[in-house]
């Protein structure tokens, strides 16, 4: 389905942009995250573990939810593709 909608731009350079798209917005979230979280703490801005474990956390959680959304969105076109056939 990927490849159908971006036919006329190259592929590879279509996965690479977002690709780096996706990394860079995720990273500027965690970030925000990570300011908001420290603010949060009656406005200390300064270094803290919680902090750090919070911002991991919430990175690992949008990642599996982001694989397994294209997961799940690869097999329902597979399902529809193979419905389709019958």
Do not use: P
């Not at 159908?4 to 970030?31: M, P, S, Y």
């Not at 009656?42 to 959304?69: L, M, Q």
């Not at 329902?76 to 593709?81: N, P, R």
């Amino acid at each position: 389905v990927f490849e159908h909608k971006f036919r006329r731009f190259h592929l590879e350079n279509t996965k690479r942009i977002v690709t780096t798209l996706g990394v860079v917005i995720i990273t500027a979230d965690a970030l925000l995250f990570g300011a908001a979280f420290a603010m949060a703490r009656w406005g200390s801005a300064r270094f803290s573990f919680t902090t750090v474990v919070a911002i991991v956390a919430y990175v690992c959680i949008v990642g599996v939810v982001s694989f397994v959304s294209m997961w799940l969105g690869q097999n329902v076109q597979a399902l529809k593709t193979s419905g389709a056939k019958k």
